[in-house]
């Protein structure tokens, strides 16, 4: 059986206050852990996700977007997830968080909010 994989990469800004990730593959149980990591470890006062090559999101998933959220809160740090798929924001929208994650369509304009 083929376990499900996640990449993350850092998208190169000239903006010092913004980390973009870029994930690409699937947000589940098998990948939240290094997913996790990744995003701790993220300083920059801002982080964008880029969620549009995300295929997939479990709960899990959605967990680890929540535990993101709350870490960066206590820091007092933004967060935003951009590009959501249609899947993905589904799974958002079902668990309440479209009023506690803020989520734009593109990069450029949860850059142009955050």
Do not use: W
């Not at 969620?51 to 999101?57: A, E, I, L, T």
Request: net charge neutral.
């Amino acid at each position: 059986m083929h376990t499900p994989t996640l990449e993350l990469a850092r998208e190169t800004v000239s903006d010092q206050n913004v980390a973009v990730l870029k994930l690409d593959g699937k947000l589940t149980l098998e990948t939240v852990h290094n997913f996790l990591e990744s995003t701790r470890s993220e300083s920059a006062p801002a982080l964008i996700l880029d969620m549009s090559r995300v295929q997939f999101v479990d709960s899990a998933g959605v967990g680890a977007l929540v535990q993101i959220l709350v870490h960066r809160r206590t820091l007092k740090q933004k967060f935003a997830l951009a590009g959501l798929t249609d899947q993905g924001r589904a799974v958002i929208e079902v668990c309440g968080l479209l009023k506690l994650i803020p989520c734009y369509a593109t990069i450029a304009e949860a850059k142009e909010h955050l």
